[in-house]
């Protein structure tokens, strides 16, 4: 029992290894070309930025495919924090910012952030089907602390 | 650029701080601190693969010689194919061996196998070799990348201290396994970099450089063929070659010492130490012979082009247009360096520890004194290589330039270990000695040593456009092959055959297809590397079955290499997969016992040694019969098994 334990410890670390190991330089190369479009004002360098990240989440979704598992909590917390934070980012950045900065980045920064909430939605919708992937948002039922709530047949999930 | 270089590499840092904490928490026993449990993750070793074999090239060296010399320097990177042959094989055969019959280390599967403390020691030379003076070249040379991006703001020293500190805190606290999951990330972003900074530049730079423009080499360098098969020059130091060094043979000679570093200790101890699976199979045919070898041939000749003055004239002239793309460029030439200094100096600080406190010194380590143990072994490891890199630039720069074709050397032993039984220890270590010795006076060390102290050879580094690894391996070989001959009905021969015999009961493969496959990957060396490769230097511009000129707009040698990388990528996959050394499956059955047992008290001569220093008041263990030391004689370890009397207390031989 406490070799499995330390096997499926083993495995959860070689799994967060191989996903930071996409992520990491993924990350590096958007921030490279994302300054590379800030500063030449260029939208295809955005464009590259994005899928940069695009392609580190779909090879996330490829590991969690071979490695047989979903995407953790954390890793759920964490995407969406950064996700959230972007967003408050770039939305504080077009109040505040010079015109010229907010009328340069405004399109395919705004577009490039709703890419990937879009590419989210989809990816769950493949992977878990319309209905689940629906109910991963549906924290009111989740909420309900009744406990018939909890049976399946009155539309109980837990 | 300062600043956001210091900001990247202190991300790195932070990065192989975070998986360090993160392995020692997990770690359940001491122990893996050493060996990562002998489970590290498939992924981790297909990721690392092909950077090893980059790093044999050298990343930023590989960059100046293509700059310097084009496509015929480019050539090398065919090796690349060999070394992933050579790593799927070796790998594959270590790691049943390693399961079969308890074996630890590499220096211990060898010195076991051949019955031969020699043999250990020359693994242990090894180790240090490519932890100090190979990798204080390496860090050497990074910190003085480094001294040039921040314009002197850190210098080398420095530089060199700040480097050796960050790759020893991880090390030190995360261990085997930390290590190397950081390095497959570090791995990674290598083989995102080369083409990514290439691509960019080719976007973001003016100028119409390689292919649509010849490479700007210097006045009488052939940069778009390889001059010839052999020249008649005497060396590096003794005379000029014409049209460049890499003629067919020394593109050969120079391919096949990249095996070297797959012979390495650290590099054999990943494969011995990973988990079953395909990841042999995937890291040397898709990531090393299809990614690593198609990046440095078709990719690098356009990325050196464009830095004919080195990386940091590139990195300037990015920077200028995006700083952050200076960056990555100095980020590409640094971590190329930290990667193979992080693994060399961790991995051979381990294997030190092993091979020689643990079964040497202290046998008896609990496992717990074991991980502390090899805690202050990296610490050494690592303040012995600033020290080096620091301080001995240029002692390390001549040590480093043997240590690949030294490394070579073992791969009769390695053969012998994995497939040939009939090759026996005294050949083994005569052709060792030959080989080395061989190596060493085709080398800067042996050359400035003897010409120092006697006469001026007529021979300089490299002679005939031979490389070192050449010379060594073919006089190695005929020594081994012409010894075994003779030493064929040896006293070991019965042991070498005994564990033949338990290695074939879980094979790779099938004999007809190997036969095929040894003619195959010699017609495609013939022609990839060896002689046959100047055919390609007009083969597809001036084809010699028509008079007609063929315009492609590429140099015909460019062409030739592309489609040998190709037919090599379908070679690796016939070995790995088709013949099957790409996978590993569980060893069962019972586990065999090969060479002496492994030893519980340090010899009679090391404990006195030791007890005379730690016990300086008197000898303590004089009054503790238990402490005292077992009489065993180092010639009668390397040959004959002791026969000792029961009740007689009197050692007999023979």
Known sequence: MAEDNQSSKTDRLSRHGLVMALWAPAIFVAAVLFHAGYLYAANWWFVGAFTALVLAFCAHIIVNVVSKTGFTEGEVALGSVILVCLTVVYL????????????????????????????????????????????????????????????????GRR | MTFLLLITLSLLFVYALYFAAQTARIQSSPKDFLDGGMTLPGWSVMFILPAIGVAALGVERHFLLVANYGLQASHVAVGL??????????????????????????????????????????????????????????????????QQATSGTIPREMGVWIFAVSMAIPAIIGGWRAVVLVLAMEALLIAILIPGITLFGEIVLTGDIFPTQPMPVEDGVFWDRIPGVLQGYAGFGKSVPVGGIFTAVAISSTGISLVGIVLSPATLYLGQTTLKGNAFGIGAVWLTSGLAAGIMLLVVPVLAARMPAGLFSHAESLAAVVPLAGVSVILLGVMGALFAISFFVTGGALLVFRELVHTYLYPNLTDKGQRLGARISLGFGFFLLGLMAAFMPYVSAVFASVALPLALQLLPAMVGFTFMRWISRGAVLAGIALGSLLVVFTEPLGLIIFEGLFVDLPWGRWPLTIHSAGWGLAINLLIVFLSSVATLRGPDMYQRSRFHRAMKAHPPASAKRSGLLWGLAILWGFLAYGPGAVLGNFFFSDPIFTDLKSVMGVP?????????????????????????????????????????????????????????????????????PNQTSVRLLLPDLESKEPAVKPGRGKTRYG
């Not at chain 1, 505040?96 to 890419?115: F, H, M, Q």
């Not at chain 2, 061996?97 to 051949?114: D, K």
């Not at chain 2, 059955?589 to 008041?617: C, E, F, H, Q």
């Open chain 2, 556 to 624: 015909s040698l460019w062409v030739w290499q592309m489609l040998f990388w190709l037919f090599g990528v379908v070679l690796v996959w016939w070995v790995s997969y088709s013949v099957g050394f790409g996978r590993t499956q569980e060893v069962t059955g019972k586990p065999m016992r090969i060479g002496m047992p492994r030893a519980t008290r340090s010899p009679d001569w090391i404990s006195s040694g030791l007890s005379r220093v730690v016990n300086r008041g008197g000898d303590a263990s004089a009054d503790d």
């Open chain 2, 81 to 146: 194919i060999t070394v992933a042959i050579a790593a799927v094989m070796l790998w594959n055969r270590l790691w049943v061996a390693t399961r079969l019959a308890g074996l630890c280390t590499p220096g211990e599967a060898i010195g076991r196998y051949y019955n031969s403390i020699a043999l250990r020691v020359i693994f242990m030379g090894l180790c240090i070799l490519f932890a100090l003076p190979y990798s204080a070249n390496l860090l050497s040379q990074a910190a003085l990348l480094l």
């Open chain 1, 92 to 155: 504080i950045t077009i109040l505040t910012a010079p015109n010229a900065s907010v009328e340069r980045l405004i399109i395919p920064v705004g577009l490039g952030l709703g890419a990937l909430v879009v590419f989210v939605a989809v990816s769950m919708v493949i992977s878990f089907g319309p209905r689940r992937a629906f109910e991963k948002f549906d924290i009111i039922r989740d909420n309900n602390l009744r406990k018939a709530s909890h049976l399946t047949h009155r539309g």
